[in-house]
């Protein structure tokens, strides 16, 4: 099997980024603390319906069922071709998919979070 990539490009800088993984929780609070006092991770924002946990490699968030889908965020430049892109209170702009098995994917503009902790 060819081990450059499933879609014959062959060059990494083709690929998307993934941004982040949003996982349910109950407690964002309760999240966050149990996070920060295992790993080594930095909190970028925080409220009472979602935070966000930057790791090295990757992004987590936290998310309430009321709020926000766990969801897999993924960065485009081309992301309004995806749909309606909706403004967020951290700055960046995406807009949600419903993708195969109930799995539900952001698809994000680039942008950096404008609030940290």
């Not at 800088?13 to 109950?26: F, G, N, Q, T, Y």
């Not at 991770?41 to 790791?55: G, H, I, K, P, S």
């Not at 503009?109 to 404008?114: D, F, R, T």
Request: proline letters at 3%.
């Amino acid at each position: 099997m060819d081990k450059s990539s499933s879609t014959g490009t062959g060059s990494r800088a083709a690929l998307d980024a993934i941004d982040h993984l949003a996982l349910e929780v109950d407690d964002i609070e309760a999240a966050v603390t149990w996070y920060q006092e295992r790993f080594r991770c930095q909190v970028l924002y925080r409220d009472a319906t979602w935070a966000m946990l930057e790791f090295s490699n990757l992004k987590l968030a936290f998310v309430v069922k009321e709020e926000h889908p766990p969801h897999l965020g993924i960065v485009r430049d081309d992301a309004e071709q995806f749909g309606k892109l909706k403004q967020h209170r951290d700055g960046s702009r995406s807009c949600y998919l419903n993708g195969p098995g109930g799995n539900v994917v952001e698809v994000l503009a680039p942008y950096s979070l404008n609030q940290a902790e």
